[in-house]
């Protein structure tokens, strides 16, 4: 099982602690150094002065008096750095601490209240942690934890820990982790080798972010996803069909090739940048491209829709995916994304489709295909980079693009889809 920091877990002190890393950079004190980050994190509250709270001073007095290993307010310091690490808030592997502009954005968050904007940061943050294992694997263990919880509604949040063990975020390993959770805790530290303590250990944190960020509803000790991601108040999912059923999810709606691809309007379209538009003729202008460019993106949505509903007993949905095929146990999920030719909007569309699947995947899979294996698909107009197609199938993510008449794709296309689609074979 993968190591994870666990020393805080509420958000407004994780922003309180990298405050205090900003000041101390700022005045050239030595940020890495584990006595004078943990002094400064006991100071501003982040770590506590022990059950019975005495005064800070008279605290960090007592710390000064044991070793190094045994001062708490050090291994606070160290564990908030790795986190910090993983989330791309510092980089530490240098002589100095080096803050990102992401670590100066949680900074500036320190003792505001909590908002819409606040969370859709942490969400953000903490659904891209990537999280090495020894064998060099990675996985991202937030969009795990949600994928878990939402594949076994009413999990336990010790069994939440389970997250951690999945070696890299594919359906196998998903899998894999979901048949331990109705094993008994002993039975799953036995089998997985590990300690109590690394188990006790392995489920503080993640649960209690996916809790903050309204992602998840506790009821007692067990954990449903929320019905509208980041909406905890909005219920639970609606109850499940058998195990061997495959449905769409609450929003979605059975269509054809005929009739997938027609909502949205050129001025809701979000692949085109349409900015502050003061001049008449640059107006008409933009929504016209957009206009074009929505137009573009439905065609190419039915193109896919009619290949994919060629296949037998396949079923197509959309909204809010732009297009989903139920074929027996398998799911194929795919998004649709227009190119203008620069290199600036085919990163901005590659972004989007990676962060569109993996959000569909993670909330809205488990209700639309029940126990489907689900397989995701960035669907371009014309073939982006190799660099974009590698990173995109790191991430477990087929690239196929518009070739004429046809489709072409990558390696991982050809292994998704190519039973299906013979031209990807």
């Not at 390993?173 to 805790?185: H, P, S, V, W």
Request: hydrophobic share 40%.
């Amino acid at each position: 099982m993968k190591g994870f920091p666990n020393q805080v877990a509420e958000l407004s002190k994780l922003a309180t602690a990298m405050e205090c890393i900003v000041r101390l950079t700022g005045r050239d004190e030595q940020a890495k150094d584990d006595g004078v980050l943990g002094e400064a994190l006991v100071r501003a509250g982040v770590a506590g002065t022990g059950h019975t709270p005495i005064p800070v001073d008279q605290y960090i007095r007592q710390q000064l008096t044991k070793s190094k290993s045994n001062q708490s307010f050090r291994t606070t310091a160290r564990g908030l750095r790795e986190l910090f690490r993983l989330l791309g808030f510092i980089d530490d592997s240098g002589p100095d601490v080096i803050v990102s502009d992401d670590g100066r954005q949680a900074a500036a968050f320190a003792g505001q209240p909590m908002s819409d904007v606040q969370l859709a940061f942490w969400r953000r943050a903490i659904r891209n942690i990537t999280h090495q294992g020894d064998d060099d694997s990675a996985s991202h263990p937030y969009q795990v934890l949600l994928r878990l919880v939402a594949r076994k509604p009413g999990i336990t949040r010790a069994k939440s820990a389970l997250a951690l063990e999945a070696k890299d975020d594919s359906q196998a390993e998903l899998n894999r982790i979901a048949g331990m959770t109705d094993l008994a805790e002993t039975e799953i530290i036995r089998r997985l080798r590990i300690t109590k303590s690394n188990w006790d250990n392995a489920k503080k944190v993640l649960p209690k972010f996916a809790e903050q960020l309204g992602d998840v509803i506790r009821d007692g000790d067990s954990f449903t996803i929320a019905d509208a991601p980041g909406r905890a108040d909005a219920g639970p999912p609606r109850a499940r069909r058998s195990a061997t059923a495959v449905r769409a999810p609450r929003t979605a709606r059975q269509v054809t090739p005929q009739t997938i691809g027609k909502a949205g309007t050129a001025e809701d379209f979000d692949e085109f940048a349409a900015g502050h538009e003061i001049d008449p003729a640059n107006a008409a202008e933009g929504i016209r491209q957009r206009r074009n460019r929505l137009r573009r993106h439905n065609l190419l949505v039915r193109k896919l829709a009619e290949r994919l509903s060629a296949i037998d007993d396949s079923e197509l949905y959309e909204d809010p995916f732009d297009v989903l095929a139920l074929i027996n146990n398998v799911g194929v999920l795919g998004e649709v994304k227009t190119l203008d030719g620069t290199a600036a909007d085919e990163r901005d569309r590659v972004r989007d489709a990676l962060a569109q699947l993996l959000y569909y995947q993670a909330f809205l899979m488990p209700p639309a295909a029940g126990q489907a294996s689900v397989r995701m698909v960035a669907c371009f107009e014309r073939r982006i980079t190799n660099d974009h197609i590698r990173w995109l199938n790191q991430q477990n993510i087929a690239v196929i693009w518009e070739d004429g008449n046809r489709f072409a794709g990558d390696a991982l296309s050809a292994n998704f889809l190519g039973r299906y689609l013979q031209e990807l074979r």
